[in-house]
Nanobody, 122 residues
């Protein structure tokens, strides 16, 4: 079973940057796709970006050009570099990993980490 731990959130001013980290406890992490999601109170968790096992990346329109997803297979860790942050990026950010890109897109997981809070405010 995949276990994840997110870190790197915090309070940042609009226009600022943060880098989130996701440590994934699973064997052969290099075979897994990994995704970042975010959730605000009262709304469903949404997929923000994902990276396949081969390194291909997909972003939602609202973050494309500002966020960059990457991975370090040697460290079993994924990252989300967030630049030009906006107040509407405020949310709890979660990550997850799976060998199925379809499942990753659907966010159909029975287990999630605690997430990391990102607050963009002046």
């Amino acid at each position: 079973q995949v276990q994840v731990v997110e870190s790197g959130g915090g309070l940042v001013q609009p226009g600022g940057s943060l880098r989130l980290s996701c440590t994934v406890s699973v064997s052969f992490f290099s075979l897994y796709a990994m995704g970042w999601y975010r959730q605000v109170p009262g709304a469903q968790r949404e997929l923000v970006a994902f990276i396949t096992s081969r390194g291909s990346t997909i972003y939602v329109d609202s973050v494309r050009g500002r966020f960059t997803i990457s991975r370090d297979n040697a460290k079993n860790t994924g990252y989300l570099q967030m630049n030009s942050l906006k107040p509407e990026d405020t949310a709890i950010y979660y990550c997850n990993a799976d060998q199925s890109v379809v499942r990753l897109r659907q966010g159909d997981f029975g287990s999630w980490g605690l997430g990391t809070q990102v607050t963009v405010s002046s």
